[in-house]
């Protein structure tokens, strides 16, 4: 089909437009050949004639909004530029998407903000997937190098280019991003983190602010990722090029010098930078010329930190930086050394200027040297030498070209250095490079910079084009389509006229050896030589000092002022001198390395008139020209050995706001950066390319009913096309796929629509057709109807008479009446059957109310004793943890006294078994034991004899003892009840001492205080007290614990009877020596009551000084007698507690008198009251110090006299709070009332005199009655001092004597038992005898035919021990023997040898046992780590060892579940509680690796099962795209994935976890895990997919949810909790279908969406793709909509979902109906070593 055809009614053109570049307009009427107007309608209804040329080129067409907005631009049916820039609009603006494919290129639009794009999870989302499979991504670029590298062990490379602000650096900052996260070396080197820790280096040194960019790369970068055979990170290294050094001495307004020097300024006070003398950044001349020195939201100290932090990271040394940061200051210094003018032609620096002196200083360099030789120039003649000196413009430019060179220099230095830490002792593999490189350029004036890095780009865009013919021919050789020549654009030309020989270089370097060369004379050269001879180089025609090249993006006219200069890049020689003797070692180092540089291999060589005399050229031997030009063909060779990709970064606006796109900007940098040429060179060839499955499912509606019927689709689509389109140049035939010329996608899309509106118009026109049909017959059935009426009513007036209607009224009349009647006896009926009804009903309602009442009453009751029984199932459950722990502690040290006691019965145990062995083998053995157990007999009676002796005489002693504690029991009743009658005394003293003294307690707060803390410490006293008995007790009974090990263990041994006999004998006569040991106890008792008097003597002493203080200079010697006690040490706790109590009220007394005669003073009075208050605390606080020092307080006594010492202390603080609130209020109505109560104070210190005297003879009537209660309490107090004394001895003597008794009593217990072991061991050895003969005689004759009870025990020798876990766990396959076994078999097995070794009460044989299961089973599960069935069995056979062990246990709260044969069953001798806890996180771990290994099986069904594959059949969610993947993976043989894969793949875990037995509830959580992976990995696809954010897709998406619902339910797993975890996927799916439009619509999308979080319905709603016109995008206004309903919504800010979340597994208690007794074990096990009991 022409393409002329295709301009017709409707369809949409683009025309120029001067602002946009390019307008879209509606065709209002078809065109026609021969037209020479076109006439067309604007967007904005205006109407256009628009005229053709002669050649009637028509403007290029639109393509239908279907086509808009793909990820690929070479996907578009019409490729030219206005439907590029149009796209990458669309998606850039209303989609919010910055990545778009372009063919192999992946163009980047800067959107100036940060987006959520570039965490882990999108990395491990991307990584393993085939380009074009996800949406367009930095990570899909670097994913496809890594994945081609891999495959074809062929180096890569990624190529990033584009304007300064347009993102690269970012870019190639995120590929090594990637490649350090996909390839985990797992080395200690971190490689990884050292390549990512470069990037913050050079950034600093090699970036700066332009007023395009704030963090513009001032340099090329071309770094080299080099990996391993495992394709593992090993190192890397950087190569530069053509650094920005002007940039260290100017920059142009609202620019920045290079970072590292405003980062050194900010830290400019820290001690580390203090010796470099620096100061702000506007005060130094290189940082402040283009007046920014911040970055707006940079912290540039930080950015310092950061810097360092990398230097440190990269493991450069501390004395390396600091020479960096030295050289940096000193270019600083350098650039601020004032040079004064002296005339015209001479210039002078001063050699007091403090910034000469400072660089001097840092680089160790002649200071009088430098300021000599920065103002002249030594020019060497043929016959002398003559210095000269230079004008002060001249010396600026020398000092500015030292400081250019010194950068450089140091530059250079840094990245040797950094490719020095990051090179790499093993053998590089392969590699992927990442060039980081300018972009086409040009400015109002362009230099030698911008010809430069326009000549390096000439060469990337060659070798660019020359890899996409390549590709474009390597695709059509694959499909087996002939090859024709593409015309493309060659730039060899203009390649030619800068490198060539007698080029534009090769001219500049020429004009360089020239002494008295000028930019004028190379100029004219060049038009000498091409202008009017090379079409690429023009001459501007207002200008003689510029020339202008034909580039492949554009025309560009280059200055030539400068060249020479900075292609020389001259320095001079005197300067260099200087630098070289510099004592600075880096700064030298820099200069001698200069003369290393190799001569050229090209230029003029020139020899001197004398040898003597050095050249004065010596620094243009290389010039920057020939060294870039090396470099860049250097880097060309890289590029060509590789397999480039690219990545073309955009730069939308100049203001750098997000999200804002510049039409004209833009398309300035698609033409610079080759993206035009891609698509120019698509267009000619086939551009759209789709399968043919794609294109049958799109376009069956084309399709005729026969050709529906092929069953061949291959041929189908090829009848099709054939009869669509006639022209069959316009498409091609291949192997897998159908290749289109331009514009033939949309005319097949216009066909679709036009079918489409013709099915459309043709339902339209039925469905009109029936509902006028259908009310037609309405108004004929309603006009029939009427009729009807009208006639009948006719009929009426012609045949009725009055007759008639009297009649007719009587009837009615009567028919009244009687339905009336009827009608009462109907309602008479119904209202007594509703209120026999409502009765009934009330009543039954009250009775349920009634039974509801009681049964919640029941529960209650029910409740309230199930959580007691709860709490004490918990509490037991804790005792019973806390027993076992302190039992193993226990055991712990007995094993080691154990240890110590069997290295010396070691021997003794060998030679026992040994006997007990060969006993069985030898019955002359037995008979020779027969008689030495004869004699044992007899000794033990002589035994039993000494025995009954020892017994006797302990008995006397314990009689005698019994009696002594009777007589102690006797006297501690008398003095209790002496005790009582005292205390009732002392507290009917104290309550009369709280009445009469109750108003004159208003300070006793602080002295609550101190009796609360004294009875903290007493009771902490006495604890430790109790701890120390308890310890001394603890001690006793490990002495004699370990006696009785001793005995147990000796008593093992048969031959050493008599010896333990002895031993016995001498365990009885330790008596007298513990008698001794009690003795020394009591002394020592008696010591600790005389140190006890001693402290409390001091405590009184203290005490008094104490009260002393308090009374400040009081000297009443009568008050302090009476306060004060003559003995303070005869105080016993309680007298200590009354004499604190009635000294500190005195004191308080006292003070309170005082503070009442100063009341006249006023303010000034009422503060140092404050004060002395403040002392007293102060005092009290000293007091509490002391009275912490008092301990041994008895029970009795504190129990009887604290808790009235708390009432009064309770009244006293009330009393104080009620007295304090009073001198408030005093204090202020006294500040108050200070003027006017000056008159009153006379009549005022009269009456305070009569309240004195008062006061004063109130003051003696209490101490008279104070000394009587004394008296009183003294008395008591001594009495009680002696009871507690009498008391307290009393029973620690009880105390002793019972521990003495039942130390005695134990012990005699220990003897009876070791003799009745010793009997019991003697019947055992004549039973074993005895049965051991029944064997022998039983094994001749047959066994009789009774049958056996077994027990449920399994018994092996301990040899056997490794054969059992070989056999049973390590050679145990799930797919063999064990299909037809019983679940958990093995665990039962094994259980059973575990309970033998319980039922033996052998512990080294259960532990050795215990640990080789739990070994085996590690070892199996490591070894099979990937093998699901094996891990689903062994997690099985865990769970049910798990069980076993809580099963029987032993413990009440798992034995209800038992029968009465199973609790039998339980272990007995050993708790293996501990072992438990090992099995569950041993199942544990075996269950995170079962996920996994699901997760392993799931993963790569899910994308296509879930998303790609089309469940409803009829229902296409694809659409035309027509995206090319890259060669390497489009042809890759795929098994095709539906749902039914993922059915397939679930049903077959759940059989597989059903085959071994599996737990209900862990498989419910195994699904759960599985369904979770499912819905997550399945909604990242669609949040990182734009062709799946489709109504359609919603719909085939919820479809197979439903799938996976069904299968649920038919495995009867709906409680699993499944579903909830696909809730998010569904509401995904619910978004993609519903309507999108209105506010109503936004509102419900909030509230509907909960499961999602505001970033992912952002993101789905700007994804949302139509498939047909019919459809509608979602306007950019409802999706900010929904952003404002969303934006109080707390969620993650994360786009993805995190698919490595586990859910915790829980491991419920199932206990098995399973009999041990009844198991047996099968042949096919090998087992025949074990033996039922």
């Not at 989609?95 to 570039?118: D, E, F, M, W």
């Not at 620096?278 to 707006?296: C, H, N, P, Q, W």
């Not at 009929?795 to 009055?802: D, P, S, V, Y």
């Not at 749902?1539 to 419910?1564: K, Y």
């Amino acid at each position: 089909m022409a393409l002329s055809e295709l301009y017709t009614k409707y369809n949409r053109v683009w025309i120029p437009d001067a602002e946009e570049v390019w307008k879209s307009a509606e065709i209002l009427q078809d065109f026609k050949t021969g037209n020479r107007v076109l006439e067309l309608q604007l967007e904005d209804g205006t109407v256009l004639n628009y005229a053709l040329d002669a050649n009637q080129e028509l403007p290029p067409l639109r393509n239908p909004d279907i086509l808009v907005g793909e990820n690929d631009l070479t996907a578009l049916s019409y490729l030219h530029e206005p439907a590029v820039l149009h796209n990458l609009k669309v998606r850039f603006v209303e989609s919010r998407i910055i990545y778009t494919y372009c063919g192999i290129i992946l163009v980047a639009i800067n959107p100036y903000k940060q987006l959520p794009l570039y965490g882990d999870a999108i990395i491990h989302a991307y990584s393993g997937q085939n380009m074009g499979d996800m949406d367009p991504h930095i990570f899909a670029v670097a994913e496809e190098a890594y994945k081609q590298m891999a495959r074809k062990n062929k180096n890569q490379s990624i190529i990033v280019s584009g304007e300064s602000g347009a993102g690269k650096t970012v870019s190639a900052r995120y590929t090594m991003r990637y490649f350090a996260m996909v390839s985990k070396s797992g080395s200690k080197a971190h490689v990884e983190d050292k390549v990512l820790a470069s990037n913050p280096i050079t950034e600093a040194i090699g970036n700066a602010k332009t007023t395009r960019n704030d963090n513009s790369s001032r340099f090329g970068k071309y770094t080299e990722i080099s990996f391993d055979r495992r394709y593992q990170i090993i190192g890397a290294n950087m190569r530069t090029y053509l650094l920005e050094k002007s940039r260290v001495v100017f920059q142009s307004e609202n620019e920045r010098n290079y970072h590292i020097f405003y980062q050194m300024c900010a830290c400019a006070d820290e001690p580390e930078f203090k010796d470099l003398r620096l100061l702000r950044a506007d005060e130094f001349t290189y940082t402040s010329m283009g007046g920014a020195t911040s970055i707006d939201g940079v912290d540039d100290r930080a950015e310092m930190t950061e810097t360092r932090r990398t230097f440190s990271l990269l493991g450069l040394k501390e004395a390396f930086q600091s020479d960096v940061f030295k050289v940096l200051a000193g270019i600083l210094h350098l650039g601020n050394i004032e040079i004064k003018s002296k005339g015209t032609d001479t210039s002078s620096v001063s050699t007091s200027d403090r910034h000469l002196a400072t660089f001097c200083d840092l680089l160790g360099v002649s200071d009088q040297g430098l300021s000599r030789w920065l103002c002249h120039r030594r020019i060497v003649l043929v016959a002398e030498t003559v210095v000269k000196p230079v004008p002060r413009e001249r010396a600026v430019n020398a000092r500015d070209a030292l400081a250019k060179h010194i950068y450089a220099y140091l530059f250079d230095c840094v990245i040797r250095n950094i490719n020095t830490v990051l090179r790499f002792a093993g053998k590089q593999h392969t590699f992927i490079g990442v060039l980081d490189i300018y972009g086409f350029e040009t400015f109002e004036v362009n230099s030698f910079e911008q010809f430069c890095i326009n000549y390096a780009n000439e060469k990337l865009q060659q070798q660019f084009n020359l890899h996409v013919f390549k590709l474009e021919q390597e695709e059509y050789m694959k499909e087996d389509i002939p090859w024709t020549l593409i015309d493309f654009y060659d730039n060899q030309p203009v390649i030619d006229l800068i490198e060539a020989k007698m080029g534009i270089l090769d001219l500049l370097d020429e004009e360089c050896l020239f002494p008295q060369g000028t930019d004028q004379n190379w100029l004219q050269k060049l038009y000498n030589n091409y202008l009017d001879k090379n079409a690429l180089f023009e001459k501007p025609r207002m200008s003689n000092q510029a020339f202008v090249i034909q580039h492949f993006a554009d025309k560009v006219e280059y200055q030539c002022k400068g060249f020479l200069e900075k292609n020389r890049d001259v320095l001079y020689e005197e300067l260099v001198d200087i630098m070289k003797d510099s004592k600075f070692r880096l700064l030298s180092d820099f200069f001698q390395e200069e003369e290393q540089v190799p001569p050229l291999s090209k230029g003029i060589n020139v020899r001197p008139a004398r040898p003597s005399l050095k050249p004065a050229n010596k620094q243009l031997r290389t010039t920057v020209g020939n060294k870039f030009r090396s470099s860049l063909s250097l880097l060309m060779e890289t590029l060509n050995a590789t397999t480039p990709h690219y990545v073309r970064c955009i730069k939308p606006n100049d203001e750098k706001n997000p999200f804002e796109y510049d039409s004209k900007r833009v398309v300035q940098q698609l033409r610079a950066c080759g993206v035009l040429e891609t698509i120019r060179i698509s267009a000619q060839s086939y551009p759209s390319r789709w399968t043919y499955i794609e294109f049958y499912s799109r376009y069956s509606i084309l399709m005729t009913q026969s050709e529906l019927g092929l069953m061949d689709k291959k041929q189908t689509c090829k009848n099709v096309l054939q009869r669509l389109i006639q022209d069959p140049n316009q498409y091609k035939f291949g192997r897998t796929k159908i290749f289109f010329r331009a514009g033939q996608v949309a005319y097949l899309e216009k066909l679709r629509s036009d079918r489409l509106r013709e099915a459309c118009i043709t339902i339209q026109k039925h469905l009109r057709g029936w509902n006028q049909r259908k009310k037609f017959l309405r108004m004929q059935a309603a006009a029939i109807t009427i009729q009807q009426y009208v006639r009948g009513k006719r009929m009426i007036r012609q045949a009725i008479t009055a007759e008639m209607l009297k009649q007719a009224w009587a009837a009615v009349v009567i028919q009244k009446y009687c339905r009336r009647f009827l009608v009462r006896q109907v309602y008479k009926l119904v209202k007594v059957a509703t209120l026999t009804i409502q009765a009934y009903t009330r009543g039954w309602l009250a009775r349920k109310r009634y039974r509801q009442m009681v049964a919640d009453h029941k529960a209650v009751v029910l409740q309230k004793y199930a959580r007691a029984w709860l709490a004490r199932r918990r509490f037991q459950n804790i005792r019973r943890l806390v027993l076992n722990v302190q039992l193993s502690y226990r055991v712990q040290q007995l094993k080691k006294k154990l240890e110590e006691q069997s290295r010396e019965n070691h021997g003794l145990l060998e030679r026992l078994t040994a006997f007990a062995n060969s006993r069985a083998q030898d019955l002359d053995r037995l008979q020779r034991l027969e008689t030495e157990l004869s004699k044992s007999v007899s000794d033990r009676k002589s035994l039993e004899q000494r025995e009954k002796m020892s017994k006797e005489s302990a008995e006397q002693v314990i009689l005698q003892l019994q009696g002594q504690n009777d007589r102690l029991a006797q006297e501690k009743q008398d003095m209790e009840q002496r005790h009582a009658e005292s205390v009732q005394e002392i507290k009917d003293s104290t309550e009369a001492l709280k009445k009469r003294f109750q108003e004159e307690l208003g300070r006793e707060e602080r002295q609550r205080k101190i009796v609360e803390n004294n009875i903290d410490i007493q009771k902490e006293d006495y604890q430790k007290q109790t701890e120390a008995l308890k310890e001394d007790n603890r001690r006793l009974r490990e002495q004699n614990v370990s006696l009785q090990q001793q005995i147990e263990e000796e008593s093992q041994v048969n031959r050493d009877l008599q010896e333990q006999v002895l031993q016995l004998t001498k365990h009885v006569k330790m008596i007298p020596e513990l008698r001794k040991e009690v003795h020394t106890l009591q002394t020592q008792k008696d010591d600790l009551d005389r140190k006890l008097r001693q402290q409390r003597q001091e405590a009184g002493e203290k005490i008094s000084k104490v009260t002393r203080e308090l009374l400040g200079g009081i000297n009443d010697n009568e008050l302090l007698a009476r306060i004060i006690p003559e003995n303070p040490e005869d105080f016993g706790e309680d007298g200590e507690f009354l004499f604190a109590y009635e000294a500190l009220r005195e004191a308080s007394r006292v003070m309170e008198m005082r503070s009442r005669a100063q009341k006249e003073d006023n303010d000034r009075e009422v503060q140092s009251l404050r004060l002395q208050m403040d002392h007293v605390q102060n005092e009290n606080n000293q007091l509490q110090k002391l009275f912490q020092e008092e301990n041994n307080v008895k029970d009795s006594i504190r129990q009887e006299v604290i808790p009235q010492f708390k009432q009064q202390v309770s009244e006293l603080q009330r009393q104080n709070q009620d007295l304090e609130a009073r001198i408030t209020e005093q204090a202020a109505e006294m500040k108050g009332e200070m003027e006017n109560v000056s008159s009153s104070l006379r009549s005022s210190l009269e009456e305070e005199g009569l309240q004195r005297r008062l006061l004063q003879q109130q003051k003696a009537e209490f101490e008279r009655g104070k000394a009587e209660l004394e008296n009183r309490l003294e008395e008591k107090e001594e009495e009680n001092a002696q009871l507690r004394k009498q008391q307290q001895a009393e029973s620690e003597a009880k105390s002793r004597l019972r521990l003495e008794t039942s130390r005695l009593t134990a012990e005699n217990m220990d003897f009876e038992e070791q003799l009745d072991m010793k009997d019991r061991l003697i019947r055992k050895l004549q039973n074993q005898i005895k049965s051991l003969l029944k064997t022998e005689n039983a094994n001749q004759n047959q066994a009789s035919a009774v049958p056996k009870e077994y027990l449920g025990m399994l018994e092996y020798k301990r040899e056997d021990e490794s054969r059992l876990v070989q056999n049973i766990i390590l050679d145990l396959k799930p797919r063999g023997v064990v299909v037809n076994m019983i679940p958990g078999l093995a665990t039962y097995i094994l259980f059973m040898c575990i309970r033998h070794a319980d039922y033996l009460n052998d512990d080294a044989k259960l532990k050795s046992l215990m640990s080789s299961i739990i070994d085996g089973i590690k070892k199996i599960v490591k070894k099979h780590q990937e093998d699901f069935e094996m891990l689903s069995f062994w997690l099985s056979n865990t769970y049910y060892m798990l069980n076993s062990l809580k099963q029987y246990s032993g413990e009440e709260d798992f034995m209800k579940y038992n029968t009465p044969r199973q609790n039998k069953n339980s272990l007995q001798n050993f708790d293996l509680s501990e072992y438990r806890q090992i099995f569950s996180d041993l199942a544990i771990h075996i269950y995170h690796q079962f996920a996994s290994v699901m997760e392993k099986a799931l993963m790569p069904l899910i994308v296509p099962g879930m998303l790609e594959h089309e469940s409803l059949q009829g229902i296409s969610s694809m659409k035309p795209t027509g995206f090319r993947k890259r060669s390497n993976s489009i042809y890759e043989d795929a098994e095709l994935c539906t749902i039914s894969s993922i059915l397939q793949q679930l049903s077959h875990f759940h059989a597989v976890m059903l085959q071994h037995g599996m737990e209900p509830g862990l498989v419910r959580q195994a699904v759960r895990q599985q369904f979770f992976l499912v819905g997550t990995v399945a909604l990242n696809g669609i949040l990182l997919r734009k062709d799946m954010c489709s109504c359609r897709k919603g719909m085939q998406i919820r479809c197979n949810i439903s799938y996976l619902e069904e299968w649920l339910k038919e495995k009867d797993l709906q409680t699993s909790g499944a579903m909830e975890t696909m809730e998010p996927l569904s509401q995904a799916a619910w978004l993609l279908q519903v309507s999108k439009s209105t506010d109503e619509d936004a509102r419900q999308i909030s509230e509907t969406c909960t499961e999602l979080s505001p970033v992912q319905i952002v993101k789905i709603l700007n994804s949302y793709t139509p498939i047909d016109d019919f459809e509608k995008r979602v306007a950019p206004s409802f999706v900010r909509k929904v952003q404002a309903l969303l934006q109080d919504r707390a969620g993650s800010t994360q786009l993805m979902l995190d698919t490595q979340y586990r859910y915790q597994v829980i491991f419920p208690f199932a206990p098995s109906l399973q009999a041990l007794e009844l198991i047996q074990v099968p042949h096919s096990l090998r087992l025949g070593f074990l033996t039922r009991i």
